[in-house]
């Protein structure tokens, strides 16, 4: 570089995701774990949402992100406008999307040549997926259907792409207790938990599992009913801990013996951090990779979609105190998943968008 000449400005990537108490937070969280991988190879990232709230964005942006608000509904054509507006203002050299809720339209209108586009899939449900890299962590996710559907793709498949943040993977390379030797129950049903389930199950399960076993409570920003689990939390004294958009979700983890948690991202996270699992499918898109995870003896698993609430806390509680009983199969279940998942998805992912990106840097 000539003396006294600028540095050049770094690449920008824009992430166009939502969070809100109905769909979660999930797709926004996996971007922040892809964001940071982005961020420590040099690159710039921004965020589009048109839904969020204000613990998210104050999540994002302490990770040092910028939030855009585009225009509801998500997925509109003033979404649209506003996104194409935004890839341009920022000089975008790639596009990263994750929800259910952009359609053809959406996708295709932000399409342009040069500047590829990464979505983020759990489901294969669409017939194009407009993409030049899709990321889908499940096991088994069915690369034929996705070479169909996403013709030409990078297809980024399997746990290898399980895209964790940078505290997740600080805490999966540190030493921790084998998982039968961990006295704590981590129950956590995402960062919105839309069916109520954190409460009730709270104190279901401190009447069910021995006394000598912690309760951590982990409820996420999106929550309305975080008072309640303090609530329910207070009354058990110190057996219990609620634990608010915590941004230690790895130490949490770590401390975990089980956890009883919502299908979704929160999988690829535990596993890494070998914590046995009883996954709880509280949603659709929940249930393939859920299934998948009980096939592969990571997991039990749940479905809570068709109980009524005390039905469905009846079946957990249960579930979770057989667990709790046979460490030798929590020992099993843990190894498993920590085999599965090796923490390093997010960096795999960015390295594979800046070389579609063309951008020339360094893992």
């Known amino acids: 570089m000539t003396p006294g000449a600028a540095m050049p400005a770094p690449p920008c990537v824009v992430m166009r995701a939502d969070a809100s108490p109905a769909m979660g937070t999930g797709h926004v969280m996996r ?13 710039r990232v921004v965020f589009a949402m048109a839904a969020g709230s204000p613990a998210m964005d104050a999540r994002v942006a302490g990770a040092g992100f910028t939030v855009h608000r585009t225009p509801s509904p998500a997925g509109g054509p003033a979404d649209l406008a506003a996104t194409r507006g935004l890839l341009d203002a920022e000089g975008a050299r790639a596009l990263v999307l994750d929800g259910y809720h952009f359609d053809t339209d959406f996708r295709t209108g932000l399409r342009t040549p040069g500047r590829p586009v990464l979505v983020f899939d759990d489901l294969a449900d669409r017939p194009a997926f407009h993409a030049d890299l899709v990321v889908n962590p499940a096991l088994q996710a069915d690369r034929e259907l996705y070479a169909r559907i996403a013709p030409g793709a990078r297809l980024l498949l399997g746990p290898a792409y399980a895209a964790l943040r940078r505290e997740i993977r ?8 084998d998982p039968v030797e961990r006295r704590a129950v981590l129950v956590t049903f995402g960062g919105a938990d839309p069916p109520g389930l954190t409460a009730p199950c709270l104190a279901a399960l401190a009447e ?13 920003g999106a929550n309305p009913r ?9 009354r058990l004294g110190d057996r219990a801990e609620v634990h608010v958009d915590t941004p230690s979700m790895g130490a949490l983890m770590a401390q975990a013996g089980l956890a009883v948690s919502a299908g979704g991202g929160t999988t690829g996270e535990l596993a890494a951090l070998g914590v046995p699992m009883l996954l709880v499918v509280i949603a659709d898109n ?31 509680t249960a579930q979770a105190r057989h667990l709790w009983d046979d460490p030798q199969r929590r020992g099993a279940m843990a190894a498993r ?13 960015a390295d594979a968008l800046i070389a579609a990106m063309g951008a020339g840097h360094s893992s």
């Open 208 to 220: 069910r599992l021995p006394v000598s076993c912690r309760l951590l409570a982990v409820v996420g």
């Open 226 to 234: 975080a008072a309640e689990v303090r609530a329910v939390a207070a």
């Open 31 to 43: 971007c922040l774990a892809l964001a940071e991988a982005l961020q420590d190879r040099g690159v």
């Open 337 to 349: 998943a920590a085999a599965a998942v090796d923490a390093q998805g997010a960096p795999r992912i």
């Open 170 to 177: 600080t805490a999966a390379a540190a030493p921790r207790p």
């Open 286 to 316: 929940q249930a393939p990779a859920a299934a998948r995870a009980a096939a592969a003896g990571l997991a039990a698993v749940v479905d809570a979609r068709s109980d009524a609430p005390g039905a469905a806390v009846a079946a957990i």
